[in-house]
Each structure stands twice: as structure tokens, then as C-alpha cells.
């Protein structure tokens, strides 16, 4: 099994053992997600994007970092397992389409804002 | 290497071949991470839980909700492998830590409110 | 002066006692005030709706909602400040777009998904 | 009647004569106002802190950022008027904590990280 599906196998036990699934629908499950990634913005946002750059030497805020982080990876994994969706096939699928949409010749050096990954 | 590990490489091709890494700040990545986070709410903020649960049965909003997952995917994996995180490590100690926290006799058919993975 | 005004001056002097004017960047205020909107999603996740709609009967409960929404009201009146928009008239000018794009004719005891207010 | 309650009246009236009340839950409209705040997010997420800085200078950056800004006060004036909470007190409250929490004298100038409102 991939790691990914490990950790979805993982995550849906702990929430039957607990009785949480009543608790997991796709509505609230994404409310997680979206929580977590703000707190991974707080984390942030007082930082320059050089001081943002360097956050993983102070011990500390890696620390917090790496646990907002993987609480976002927990609910993302979770909502895509609920949702059927398989995250890394939807994903090459997604930079499929930025392959295409951003060629290299067009987009490379550009000065103009840009999405860079979709 | 691993599926993540794969989506990493081919994102960080990415932006390498479009001199797109300069905008690739932990700062920003995380403002996208979150903004993408953001679109998947838009998908489901008028449903109810139960309609939610059947989002997917819709063709549209499955192509939809799909996309922003997958959005929300490489966001967190370029984020990651720009802080030198290992997502499904940071997923698998936050959740040994839930383990430990949450067990199954407390919290089991408990009726109060109750943060279900983390 | 109006009462958004105020708050908005009250702000501007607290920053400029503490020379916390170079943190308050458009950039930096948004990610606070999108972190603040994750602090709300985080105190409502769990609930269903119903329960939702009756959250401040909880006094523990709504004393915390009123504080993140709080937070938020702050971090975007002082966006705003910091970017020259007036938010009272930006919200009726979206208001006035909204009245003409969702009719009462069309949408009235619409099923379909609707984005209420704009 | 105030800024803020003229606002809420006038939503309220719209949300009523469209019947999309049902709709307008905490929880549907704390997913919503966390949505648009993802929304100014994605305007500023590419900018660096001093392109943000003048990001009104630019005409169609400044009018697509000055909508995004009204949705988000939009949701957040409704969210308030559903939960009963009056924001600008509110707002003041967590000023007034503030205060004593960060003191001018042992914040002024101070270069470590300190959320600057709240």
C-alpha cells in the first residue's frame, strides 16, 4: 500500500474506534482543513519572506511548523478518503494542465505575477 | 521513491524551469496553501452535511472539488519540501500523539465535542 | 467620525506606539485576517448546523466565537486602512451588484445552490 | 442607525426576500467569510510585502482586491448579525486587552515577533 494510503487506512480506524465518522463529513472535514491552514498562515505572517525562509533553524517554531503541517496533511488525507478522490493522481492531473498552460518558452524570467503551480 | 516524494521532484522541476522559485517562499506557499484551502469551502459551504456527503454523485462539482483538493495537494507537498518537512512522518507523530491523547475508552460514543484527529 | 472609523484610528495608534507599522503590510494583515477566519471555522467544525445556530446559548462558547470574530473585524478594518478602501461602501457597491444579478424573480425559493450574498 | 447596522439591516432584507435564510447558518457563513478571506489572500500571495504595499496603485488589482475586501465584510457583518454579536464592541473589547497585554513600554520596538492586534 502507499504511504498515503496508509495513512488514510490509519486515519479511518482511529475515527471508527472512536466513533467519529458522524463527526467526518466532507462539509466539516473541510473545515478542518481550512482551519489548520490558517494556522499555518499564523505561524507566518509576521515574518519577511527571508525571515520565512529560515524559520525551520529556530527549534521552536520548526516545531510548531511541522505539527500545523501535519494536521493539514491529516484532514487533507482524511477529506480526500471520504471524498473517493485519490490525491496524488488529481494532482499529476492538476500539473498536467500547468504543463500545458504555463510552457516554459512563455512563462520562464516572466516579471508578470503569475500562479505558479495551477 | 515514494508518491510524494515524486509530486515533490516534478514541482520543484517546475518551477526551477520557469525561475518561478523566488516566488516559492514558505511565506507564499503557505498563503496559497490556504487560499486553495479557501476554494474547497466555496465548494461546499451552501450544501448540508448530508448533500456534502454526496457531493461527489454530481459530475460537476466532482471535477470541481477534485481540482481543489489537488490544488490544496501540491501547495502542501512544495511547502513541505521547501521547509525540509516529511509530510507523512510530521502525520504519523501528530497522530501517535492523538493516540495517546484521545483514547479509545474516554472518548468512545462520547457526545461532547470533540477534535477528531488531532 | 463613524464607528469603523474610530476603531480604525484606535489601531493606527496602537501600531504606531509600538512601531509595529512595518509588520502591518497588506500582505501580512491579510494572512492575519485569514488565520483569524480559520479560529472561527475551528470553533463551528463540529458542530451541525442546528447546533451552529445555537452556539452563543453556550456562554463559554460564544465568548470565544465573539473574540475570534473580533479578531477579524480588527485585522480587516486595519487592511482596509492600510489599503485606503472605505468597507462600508465597498459592501453596499458589491451589495448593489448582487441585488441586480440575483433577482427576486429568478432566485426566490430557489433549490439550486445559490451564493447568497454576492 | 449605524454604518454597520444599516448594513446588516439591508442583508438581512436580501437574504429574506430571496428565502436563502435557511442558508445562512453560522457554521454556512463562517465557511463563506473564511472563503473570501482565501479570496485576498490569492491577490496578495505572489506580491512581495513592498509590492503589496502599492498594490492600489494598480487600477484592476485595486478594484478585484476592493471586491474581495467587501465580501469578506459582507459575510462577517451577516455571520455577527445571525450570532447576535455586535462587532465594533467587540472589537473594542479585544482592543482594551491589547492594551494590557502589550504594554508600550516592553513592546515599543521590540524585534521580537508580537502579533501586533490581538
Do not use: C
Request: aromatic share 6%.
Amino acid at each position: 500500500m502507499s504511504e498515503l494510503g496508509e495513512l488514510a487506512v490509519r486515519m479511518r480506524r482511529f475515527a471508527h474506534e472512536r466513533e467519529w465518522e458522524r463527526f467526518h463529513t466532507p462539509k466539516n472535514l473541510a473545515m478542518a482543513l481550512a482551519g489548520e491552514a490558517g494556522e499555518v498562515l499564523a505561524e507566518l505572517q509576521w515574518l519577511t519572506p527571508e525571515e520565512s525562509a529560515r524559520v525551520m533553524d529556530d527549534e521552536e517554531a520548526a516545531g510548531r511548523l511541522r505539527g500545523e503541517v501535519a494536521d493539514v496533511t491529516l484532514y487533507l488525507v482524511r477529506l480526500a478518503d471520504v471524498l473517493g478522490i485519490d490525491l496524488v493522481a488529481a494532482a499529476h492531473a492538476k500539473l498536467d494542465e500547468s504543463d500545458r498552460r504555463y510552457t516554459v518558452a512563455e512563462y520562464r524570467g516572466s516579471a508578470r505575477k503569475a500562479p505558479p503551480l495551477s
